[in-house]
């Protein structure tokens, strides 16, 4: 009886030290793949980011839209930082990033693609995926005509290179680009107003029950800020410059064929499906998904494109 007891015992003191073992290796590949929240100065700017996974992995570089922030991947973050190493900046004068005053800095997409350019020559980054979305897809796209040695895989949500995907949304836009008014630019204040806001999440969403509200308060942290409304008409109005780019950036995909996944909210007013489709004319490695969501695919749709991403950078051998 004495040895059964001893080796009960024994047995349970091993069960004890390997559940110790366990839940210690848990513990430390959870510490890894948390998100961290950091700052960098990149060109004389404080820039705020979020980073997850372990450094060694593939990287993917989040570029996040308007009005938004790096906070609209912060499920997409927690989803693959097991298996990629995840970078996702504001902005300046977006988030969490500084703002500069419009007196000493130039809020135009050449200017926000100089500072995500600098933010990866501080993190060291050479090789790099680029997750588009919005005013995303222009400061990327303009980095991986720059580089496009660097680049091993576009994933774009949501972000326009063809004249396709520029319809009725852009009307008072485009009329703004042409007349440079204040009057022309009033009109579009309503669309980083709070009603504006809200609209740009939950329309074309299949249920708005599932959008959380903190996405459109958060955003306005930084949009109510001294200032801000100029520098996000400011945007809108340095958007022309991206158009006349987008021949240069489809020579960039003929040329160099990056492997494209598309997830695409197709129900999204700003960048509807027909911005898209064209992507495949030029693409030849190219995995599309329309997604029965809005512009924010993420929020309602952000599993399934985890999934998506997931696997089209294992069967491309992103490494």
Known sequence: MKTLNKTITTMHMLTLGLLAMLSFASSDVNAQNA????????NGVDIFYREAGPKDAPTILLLHGYPTSSHMFRNLIRDLSGSYHLLAPDYPGY????QPPMSEFDYSFDNMANIVEGFLDELRVEKFSIYLMDYGAPIGYRIAAKYPERVQSLIVQNGNAYDEGLRDFWIPLKKYWNEYTVENGKPLEGFHALAGLKWQYTHGVQD???ISPDNWQIDL???TRPENDKIQLAMFYSYRTNVPLYPEWQAYFRKYQPPTLIVWGKNDYIFPAEGAHPYKRDLKN???HLLNTGH??????GEAIANYIDKFLARNSIK
């Open 35 to 42: 998100t961290l929240h950091k700052t960098v100065e990149v």
């Open 296 to 301: 924010f695919a993420l929020e309602e749709e």
């Open 221 to 223: 942290q930084h949009l």
């Open 95 to 98: 988030g969490r990033s500084e």
């Open 208 to 210: 708005t029950l599932k």
């Open 286 to 288: 190219v995995e599309f």
